[in-house]
T-cell receptor
Framework: DGGITQSPKYLFRKEGQNVTLSCEQNLNHDAMYWYRQDPGQGLRLIYYSQIVNDFQKGDIAEGYSVSREKKESFPLTVTSAQKNPTAFYLC?????????????FGQGTRLTVV | KNQVEQSPQSLIILEGKNCTLQCNYTVSPFSNLRWYKQDTGRGPVSLTIMTFSENTKSNGRYTATLDADTKQSSLHITASQLSDSASYICVVSAHGSGGYQKVTFGTGTKLQVIP
């Protein structure tokens, strides 16, 4: 079945460590996105990619990095520079440009810094 | 600044009752508005999407309305079920450059349906 998969579902990280969240989709979507969700706030865009080997910063990119080497994959690295990394991270994909189409979301990764 | 405000923040209703969730936005230039349902600890799932010319759209027991003049949308849930307990997020897109749209998420309304 087609879909978008995030792994792992739960992730614990020690302060000062980098950690990479996985996002894979087999929907043949060109565009992929990473959002962060905190209690009482709307989803905030971290990075997005409209095409392979290209990505753009979103509203809160500081302390994060991404790569888009394959159409199907858009991993997010949370670096030690991210001051408050504990959050629920959501990956999404859509047909190019997210015009009048919907975005499909993964099930999320809950990252906790200990 | 593009903003999407939802009300109420939370709502508790009895199973079988109807309810209406509100969404006000100041996003410009408007492209489309979507309602998503998000179960706790899971990703959002799309319920409806409406463009400027559409003022109502249904998906089963969910009916969304859009008033582009007043920049308001509502999501009406009919004959609520326990499985409707979730957060409902209003998402508004604005036209951007290069085919990419600027998307603004509301903070959501947390609905709890009780027996």
């Amino acid at each position: 079945d087609g879909g978008i998969t995030q792994s792992p579902k739960y992730l614990f990280r020690k302060e000062g460590q980098n950690v990479t969240l996985s996002c894979e989709q087999n929907l043949n979507h060109d565009a992929m996105y990473w959002y962060r969700q905190d209690p009482g706030q709307g989803l905030r865009l971290i990075y997005y990619s409209q095409i392979v080997n290209d990505f753009q910063k979103g509203d809160i990119a500081e302390g994060y990095s991404v790569s888009r080497e394959k159409k199907e994959s858009f991993p997010l690295t949370v670096t030690s520079a991210q001051k408050n990394p504990t959050a629920f991270y959501l990956c999404a994909s859509s047909i190019f440009g997210e015009m009048n189409t919907e975005a499909f979301f993964g099930q999320g990764t809950r990252l906790t810094v200990v | 600044k593009n903003q999407v405000e939802q009300s109420p923040q939370s709502l508790i209703i009895l199973e079988g009752k109807n309810c209406t969730l509100q969404c006000n936005y100041t996003v410009s230039p408007f492209s489309n508005l979507r309602w998503y349902k998000q179960d706790t600890g899971r990703g959002p799932v799309s319920l409806t999407i409406m463009t400027f010319s559409e003022n109502t759209k249904s998906n089963g027991r969910y009916t969304a309305t859009l008033d582009a003049d007043t920049k308001q949308s509502s999501l009406h849930i009919t004959a609520s079920q326990l499985s409707d307990s979730a957060s409902y997020i209003c998402v508004v897109s604005a036209h951007g450059s290069g085919g990419y749209q600027k998307v603004t998420f509301g903070t959501g309304t947390k609905l709890q349906v009780i027996p």
